[in-house]
């Protein structure tokens, strides 16, 4: 792709990979702090880069396309580690937003995004780590000082949440509006329900694509392909190692694709009377370390980005130990996803 196509985002992404092949021994550094630690100009270290690490207000162009990664743990429980599953792209300063664990109101706030500036929203599926705060984000929204309508995008049952979660909160809702003077909540809300492939939406800043991906029982669950002025991402969601995902990727610039660490597991599960069962189960949802590179490189993917992580709350395994795997199979950048990392 040509350089100019890019234009400015790009150049502050591969500014992104070299700070983040300087920081490769370095434990995480909040964000803002690791910025600093860059060499931006230094030459790129040949695209092996374990972890990387920016500020969220250092490379903030007005315009074009940057990914902020809101909680990049697995599963819905809470971990000091690592958030719960969402992300953000943020085009020429437009959220769009990629599901919602739990926290991702408070994740999006310390990435520096307004609340009130959510339009779209996008779930990949209806597990608990992914939907959990999808309307507790649009109140919090609301409650910021929201006005205009939000657009939520993903399959079946949103709208039954959205009911659900107005009758719950009847009080409040109906409080705040009368003595806050907020404007109905219900209204603003638009579900867009879907249970196959399409274009989920087209605007001026981007068009945003889902594919089927494989997540065991769980049906339908998507990825999402953010096709921008000068960038394409694409979310792999959850799935097991699914070949097709490789051919919905094609080309991308970024893949974000959840990503587990079979032997940590195989630990955890080797004293369970139940481990084959719940092993097989694992390989049926999930793709592990080793298949992840296999995807990418099948995609033709720039850069694989890791995230979702299963175990995700084991600050026992390093980032090199998450690229190990992926590294046998892919000679592209590989970034060890952090919570509230800009690229
Ligand atoms: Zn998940
Ligand atoms: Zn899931």
């Known amino acids: 792709m040509a350089e100019q196509r890019f234009g400015r985002s790009r150049r502050d992404f591969m500014r992104v990979a070299v700070t983040a092949a300087s920081t490769a021994s370095l434990p995480w550094l909040g964000a803002g702090e690791a910025h600093a630690q860059g060499s931006p100009g230094a030459p790129a270290s040949g695209g092996v880069t374990s972890t990387a690490a920016s500020s969220t207000s250092g490379i903030a162009p007005a315009r ?11 599963g819905p429980t809470p971990s000091a580690l690592r958030a719960a599953p969402a992300n953000v792209l943020l085009v020429d300063g437009q ?7 739990n926290g991702v109101a408070l994740q999006l706030t310390k990435a520096g995004v307004k609340l ?4 779209d929203i996008f779930l990949t599926h209806h597990h608990s780590d992914h939907n959990a705060d999808l309307l507790n984000l649009v109140f919090l929204a609301w409650a910021s000082g929201l006005q205009t309508p939000v657009h939520l995008y993903g399959p079946p049952r949103i709208g039954r949440m959205v009911d659900d979660f107005v009758d719950m909160n009847e009080i409040d809702l109906d409080v705040r509006r009368r003595e806050e003077g907020r404007p109905a909540f219900r209204p603003l809300i638009n579900v867009h329900e879907f249970d196959g492939p399409r274009v989920v939406l087209e605007n001026d800043q981007v068009r945003v694509s889902a594919a089927l991906v494989d997540h065991y029982t769980i049906k339908p669950a998507f990825a999402y392909r953010f096709e921008t002025r000068d960038r394409t991402i694409v979310f792999s969601g959850d799935t097991r190692y699914y070949e097709p995902l490789a051919t919905f990727a094609k080309g991308a610039d970024v893949l974000v694709h959840e990503v587990m660490y ?3 597991l195989e630990k955890l599960i080797s004293t369970a009377d139940n481990a084959p069962t719940l092993r097989d189960h694992l390989l049926r949802s999930h793709t592990t370390t080793e298949q992840v590179g296999k995807i990418a490189t099948a995609a033709g993917v720039k850069t694989l980005v890791l995230s979702h992580f299963v175990p995700g709350g084991d600050p026992s395994i390093t980032d090199d130990m998450w690229v190990a795997d992926v590294r046998k199979d892919f000679a592209g950048q590989i970034v060890v996803g952090k919570d509230l990392m800009v690229l």
């Open 95 to 101: 959220p769009y937003v990629i599901d919602c664990g």
């Open 116 to 119: 009130p500036m959510v339009r």
């Open 64 to 74: 074009g396309t940057r990914l902020i990664l809101l909680g990049t743990k697995g």
């Open 262 to 264: 079979l032997p940590a």
